[in-house]
């Protein structure tokens, strides 16, 4: 889990919102037949074979009783033993939900792509893709670790609005998105900064750079402007230290950022002002 509480504002999908977006729970409920008491300490025994009906009730009744990882192992049990049952495609499913419920992200995200290949064709597609992203965003960590698996979640997150733009899960998904993009846009800060303090000004405008033009609508964007004018101040490169300082004033007049930035550059006797041909106004324009 990330190490502040920003990746985690929606929390684990309670049982209740599973049943109300994916109806493949709702299914078997309908069948009181179906229904039968289980104990949620029952264990799946790989030698005994049962019917589907019991194993899937009995997985039902583990997930109700949010006991998720034995509910996953039940669901998978189901396939085994029944996997050309119409309940075997449900359990696939059930079965990421119930991962994912657990923790168990890495299985949750197999089961989920299983189930896309097998039944790519099924309603509940747009699901599994959510699940696999959500599994990913929750793996999030802090900027100081790496980044690897935030990517990998701002990729799931954009497939599943990107393929289903209408569904609510685009809807949560976008939201998502516009943290994770922060999220990498404080990778960049990090490096930056410490590149800035170590003076290796090049390297740090790069990855200031980086923000400006791959990561524009973030909250870190003020600060990577006042960092560009320190680093080209530093390096004597005026010019593009009052672009960045004119940038910063004419989009956030109020920051404090721009304020740093105004002071650095009265200390060296220069304002802020625009170059029309500075890479910096152009990709704003492009972007703005």
Known sequence: ?????????VGKMPLRKLKNT????AIPLLFSGFLAACSS???????????VQVLYNRALVQLNNEDYLLAA???????????????????????S???????????????????????????????????????????ITGVGRDQKVTRQALEALQKVVRRFPNTEYARDARLKIDLTRDHLAG????????????????????????????FQTTTHVPEALHRLTEAYLALGVTDEAQNAAAVLGYNFPGS????????????????PEVDEDSWLVKTWKKVF
Request: proline share 3%.
């Open 1 to 9: 889990m990330p190490e502040n509480n920003r990746f985690a504002l």
């Open 256 to 271: 404090e950022w721009y304020q740093d930035s105004y002071a650095l550059l009265d200390d060296n006797y220069l304002k």
């Open 97 to 139: 939900f119930a991962y994912y419920q657990s923790n168990k992200y890495d299985q949750a995200i197999l089961a989920a792509d299983r189930f896309i290949e097998l039944h790519p064709g099924n309603k509940d597609v747009p699901y599994a893709y959510y699940l696999i992203a959500i599994s990913y965003y929750e793996q």
């Open 41 to 51: 300490d029952d264990a799946v025994e790989d030698y005994q074979e049962e019917a």
């Open 187 to 214: 990778k960049e800060m990090e490096i930056g900064r410490y590149y800035l303090n170590s003076k290796q000004y090049v390297a740090a405008i790069n990855r200031f750079r980086q923000v400006i033009e791959r």
């Open 22 to 25: 994916v109806r493949l729970v």
């Open 73 to 95: 192992r039940s669901f998978d049990e189901v396939e085994r033993q029944h996997p050309y049952s119409v309940w075997s495609t449900k359990a696939q499913l059930m079965s």
